[in-house]
């Protein structure tokens, strides 16, 4: 006994005895994966086939198009294991979906074709919790496949126009929810928590939004990769399907072969650093647009001027003007929700909606300003300053507020 | 003046160096260059019955029943033709779908190509479609129904 009131002696035993403690568990057996795209792949193979016309009616259900029926709950319900999967997925913080990137174009992106499907799934089974009056949790779905759309990532172009789309139809189904909702002082329960609830996890998913800049920088390292000799075959094959491999090393080759490829690559890099300062930079958005129409244009007319080494970056340059107003709209669309979100709050408070739009709220990204604000019968709207400028109107968001 | 001249000279040359003139059959000629044939010929006409010639369509001419089976078939031919030139309508409207794999519909190319094409709703109509071929898990809702009861 005179050993254990030994002061050295108990700390070491009590550090083996934490550390078996500790261990014990862990040897039992193997973690959970911490990698949410292995979740995301068991989330797709668990939805149940589903056939037309449910099919359709369930796109339709998602988009709020048409009402509940007892097929598309029964089918949603159906998939609650794949629901499962999606909510624990979209909490993990690491996404790696194993995408082949040495493929270039050839890489294979059919995770984006399912996470459609699956966050279309999870948007049907927030409007079907809706329906039962469970508008908290409803909510909380729908900041279930706002984390979706994040997680399927800007590591390509393509795929953080998937998460805008993705984003685009929760977006829409959170205007449709609010609109129902009621009030804590019209009988809604916990509502105004809610409420500040989906504030604060609109706010922390503002703060890592999908970013183009990631995806150019990735998508310029990948395609820099694929101009070298012994792949350009495979990329010209990818450009020009009716071009044979000796075709285009014939080509490459009367251009001057590999130093010619050099001079490619570096008209290329030049023409995605002019792209990605201008999105990096202040300018407005019909500035940036403008600036960008023009730099888009320039390796075409470079060809015309014979300067051949711009014929890859004429072929594989993304349409960027087009993508970067993808990005001024989706990014409205949340700016524009989230102030919505703040007037709701106002009104759950105050029972009243306020006369002028509080300040400090996301802005419209098309003018840089405040969204204008408008009472109506149903409830408020607001709207763009700025037009945009690839579809030629100046949107405007109903939102709408229950009696 | 000059110019008719040279061209009626040039003419001339012309006809002298290449036979010019219409072509002529000669019938006994060709019969003696060639008496095997014409044998062969006389001998396939003095074959053929005039009745084999024209059996199947006095038939049809004489019978009602066999003409009003000749208007079907004749009809149900039209039909066909009809239909299939609608179907071919129909792959040349569509021939990347028809022709594209699931995978081959979601490569990068692709997905940019169609992006290109039509913007964000080409792209979305690309997934979604991609992603009904691809199909979703590996039971109907049937088929759980049926295996549960089982």
């Known amino acids: 006994m005179s050993v254990l009131r030994n002061n050295r002696i108990r700390m070491v035993l009590c550090a083996l005895l934490l550390t078996l403690g500790v261990a014990v568990p862990v040897l039992a057996y193997p973690p959970d994966p911490d990698n949410a795209a292995l979740l995301y792949y068991q989330a797709f193979l668990s939805c149940p086939k589903v056939d037309e016309p449910l099919d359709t009616q369930l796109r339709d259900f998602a988009d709020g198009k048409i009402a509940l029926n007892k097929g598309i709950e029964d089918y949603v319900e159906s998939c609650h294991s794949a629901i499962k999967l999606a909510i624990a997925a979209s909490e993990l913080r690491e996404c790696d979906w194993g995408l082949r990137y040495s493929e270039g174009f050839s890489m294979i992106l059919s995770h984006l074709a399912q996470i459609r499907t699956l966050g279309r799934i999870l948007i049907a089974d927030a409007r079907v919790m809706a329906s039962r009056g469970e508008y908290a949790e409803a909510l909380a779905r729908c900041v279930t496949v706002l984390k979706i759309a994040r997680h399927v990532g800007d590591k390509t172009l393509i795929s953080t126009l998937v998460g805008w789309a993705v984003e685009g139809t929760t977006y829409r189904c959170i205007q449709d929810l609010l609109g129902q909702m009621p009030g804590d002082r019209q009988g809604g329960k916990g509502h105004l928590k809610a409420l500040e609830r989906l504030r604060a996890d609109l706010a922390a998913l503002s703060k890592r939004p999908l970013s183009l800049k990631n995806s150019l920088q990735i998508e310029r390292e990948v395609v820099l990769e694929q101009i070298q000799m012994e792949k350009v075959p495979d990329l010209l094959k990818d450009l020009d399907p009716n071009k044979s491999p000796e075709e285009s090393m014939k080509l490459i080759m009367d251009y001057g072969g590999e130093a010619f490829l050099e001079q490619c690559r570096d008209h290329y890099s030049k023409f995605m650093a002019s792209v990605m300062s201008i999105i990096e930079s202040d300018a407005s958005y019909a500035e940036a647009h403008q600036r960008l129409a023009e730099a888009f244009e320039q390796p075409g007319k470079d060809q015309k001027n014979k300067k051949n080494e711009a014929m890859f970056t004429a072929a594989i340059a993304p349409a960027i003007g087009k993508i970067y107003g993808n990005m001024i709209r989706a990014t409205t669309h949340t700016n524009v929700v989230r102030a919505a979100v703040e007037l709701y709050i106002a009104k759950g408070k105050t029972g009243r909606l306020p006369e002028t739009l509080p300040a400090g709220l996301p802005k419209d990204l098309f003018s840089g300003e405040d969204f204008e604000y408008k009472k109506t019968e149903t409830g408020f709207m607001l709207k763009c300053r700025g037009k945009d400028l690839d579809k030629d109107e100046i949107h405007q968001y109903e939102f709408k507020v229950p009696k | ?150």
């Not at chain 2, 004749?74 to 594209?100: N, T, Y």
Request: aromatic share 6%; hydrophobic share 40%.
């Open chain 2, 1 to 150: 003046m000059n110019e008719q001249k040279d061209e009626k000279w040039l003419d001339e040359l012309i006809s002298r160096s290449i036979d010019t003139s219409e072509p002529k059959f000669d019938a006994e000629q060709w019969k003696q260059k060639y008496p095997g044939e014409f044998q062969a010929l006389v001998e396939r006409g003095a074959r053929r019955p005039r009745a084999a010639r024209f059996g199947v369509l006095s038939i049809v001419i004489r019978s009602r029943i066999a003409q009003v089976a000749a208007a079907a078939v004749f009809i149900i031919a039209v039909g066909l033709f009809i239909a299939h030139l609608d179907l071919g309508g129909q792959q040349q409207g569509e021939p990347e779908q028809l022709a594209k794999s699931p995978a081959e519909m979601v490569t990068s190319a692709s997905l940019r190509t169609a992006y290109n094409r039509g913007g964000m709703d080409a792209l979305e109509e690309q997934c979604d479609r991609a992603a009904r071929m691809l199909g979703q898990g590996l039971l109907s809702m049937k088929d759980v129904v049926e295996e549960s009861n089982g």
